[in-house]
């Protein structure tokens, strides 16, 4: 079993920066697949960013490339979660999440998930 506790959160303005940081016990996070989420109010929850399991490979949704930075430092059962240019469109609770897939920007293709961090961006 994986426990997953996601801190970092808070109120920013727009243009500020947050890192959000995910701390895992149980199990190291080398053979899972790690992912970020986030929900908007009303929304359904969307893929953010993806580290893959074994590799160096990560992947971005669309509205966050060039502002988000998913890292995942070896020997250390942390994931990071870098934002810089925040917008209030980017305000949502973000979820940290573990998978045993290779990768995976689906949310049934991840086990394990923290119970989220609050982020709210204003204008």
């Known amino acids: 079993q994986v426990q997953l506790v996601e801190s970092g959160g808070g109120l920013v303005q727009a243009g500020g920066s947050l890192r959000l940081s995910c701390a895992a016990s149980?199990?190291?996070?080398?053979?899972?697949?790690m992912g970020w989420f986030r929900q908007a109010p009303g929304k359904e929850r969307e893929f953010v960013a993806g580290?893959?399991?074994?590799?160096?490979?990560?992947d971005y949704a669309e509205s966050v490339k060039g502002r988000f930075t998913i890292s995942r430092p070896n020997a250390k059962n942390t994931v990071y979660l870098q934002m810089n240019s925040l917008k209030p469109e980017d305000t949502a609770v973000y979820y940290c999440?573990?998978?045993?897939?290779?990768?995976?920007?689906?949310?049934?293709?991840?086990?394990?998930w923290g119970q989220g961090t609050q982020v709210t961006v204003s204008s």
């Open positions: 580290h893959s399991r074994g590799g160096g490979n990560t």
């Open positions: 999440a573990a998978g045993r897939t290779y990768w995976s920007d689906t949310r049934s293709s991840y086990d394990y």
């Open positions: 149980g199990r190291t996070l080398s053979n899972y697949a």
